[in-house]
């Protein structure tokens, strides 16, 4: 063996053993890596608590709903005639009969002066035809034809005093009339609207339910409505009318509702959020809703329990459990199951937990919870 080939030799077994050497210490660190990591122990998670707390509601049905007129008419012409006087301004309240329009009815009035002669001559033929039969005069044929003429009289008369009345557009009812249409001397043809003419004390809110209300819905029940046009008022009222069918293509069932408007606030056609309230009182455990992480699988909460740690330590861990939800009131929610009354439950921080994490309760965070929260003034 030459020099050269014994010089490559040690060179190589050199290399060999710098690697040796290199692939020991990196195997000895990723080693205490791994224990490090099986033995590390994350801290705790903080997050704020609750007690679920048993409750009575009232159950409430909410849905969205339009008002509409107690009554409403578009009051029109029933006959043609130029306007001769407009008797109201647009906006303001009329009384059942008060005259609206006036159109044109001189000419039925000539001709009415005309039936009237003739209705006189033909009672005082009558009347003498009457006279005549007593002494046996005249024939029963000539009275009973005295009779129909005289009557025949009247009833042209009062046909053009019908055509004449008709010519004075009236009020049907009491009701705020709208905008008006017309304008003094206008020609109205037959069937012209006039105005809009509304009864809105008291007034309907019309609204949709589920099938499933049925159970509980009753007429009579009472209702509580809100706008935003008029967001710090509310109005109590009652179911009138349940509708005999269900809608067969979304299943719900029309509602109608009569409520109080003495101030004539509320205006037919208004958007309005409608509360129907059960007589009853239900049990019911109710958490804060930021407790609640909500999922397409599944809504779930954690809830507190106590557990001994490998320091032999008690430490808090939170479980991840599942529920089913029920009504919701302003920050709170309804449990349906899933969960006990007593129990504590992560309040807020669920979002960062997994189940059986250690946490630390840090309730000077909690958020104020409310049944009907109102925004803050500034």
Not at 139 to 144: F, K, M, N, Q, R
Not at 198 to 222: C, M, W
Not at 237 to 247: C, M, P, Q, W, Y
Not at 262 to 277: H, K, Q, S, T, Y
Request: glycine share 8%; hydrophobic share 45%.
């Amino acid at each position: 063996m030459t020099t050269k080939t014994k010089l490559w030799i040690a060179v190589g077994l050199g290399l060999v053993a710098v690697v040796g050497v290199l692939v020991g210490v990196k195997a000895m660190q990723i080693g205490t890596m791994i224990k490090a990591g099986k033995a590390f122990v994350p801290p705790p998670e903080a997050v704020t608590s609750v007690q679920v707390e048993a409750a009575r509601w009232q159950p409430i049905q909410s849905a969205s709903g339009t008002l509409v007129a107690f009554r409403g008419v578009t009051v029109g012409s029933e006959l043609p005639g130029a306007i001769r006087e407009v008797s109201f301004d647009s906006g303001t309240s009329v009384k059942k009969g008060a005259v609206l329009v006036r159109l044109d009815s001189s000419t039925e009035e000539a001709q009415l002066a005309a039936a009237r002669a003739d209705e006189n001559l033909a009672r005082l033929n009558y009347e003498r035809a009457v006279e005549v039969r007593k002494g046996q005069a005249n024939t029963p044929a000539d009275l009973d034809a005295a009779d129909a003429r005289y009557k025949q009289a009247q009833a042209a008369a009062n046909t053009l005093k019908t055509t004449i009345d008709k010519k004075s557009i009236r009020a049907p009812f009491d009701g705020r009339i709208a905008i008006r249409q017309v304008e003094l001397g206008q020609v109205l043809a037959a069937g012209a609207p006039v105005a809009s003419l509304q009864s809105v004390t008291p007034i309907y809110v019309e609204f949709s339910l589920p099938q499933q209300a049925l159970a509980r819905l009753k007429v009579g029940q009472p209702v509580r409505l809100n706008t935003d046009t008029f967001p710090a008022s509310t109005w109590d009222g009652k179911v009138s009318t349940i509708n005999t069918e269900v809608d067969i293509a979304t299943r719900n069932v029309r509602v109608r509702a009569t409520i109080p408007n003495d101030d004539g606030r509320l205006r037919p056609g208004m958007f309005a959020n409608v509360e129907v309230i059960s007589p009853e009182q239900l049990p019911v455990l109710i958490v804060p809703a930021t407790a609640v992480i909500f999922a397409p699988y599944g809504d779930s909460i954690f809830v507190l329990e106590k557990k001994t740690g490998p320091d032999g330590k008690e430490e808090l861990t939170a479980q991840q459990r599942f529920v089913r939800l029920g009504e919701r009131r302003g920050d709170l929610v309804a449990v349906v199951s899933g969960l006990k009354a007593g129990e504590t439950v992560v309040s807020s921080g669920a979002f960062k937990l997994r189940s059986g994490a250690a946490v630390v309760i840090k309730n000077d965070m909690a958020p104020d919870v409310q049944a009907n929260p109102k925004p803050a003034e500034n």
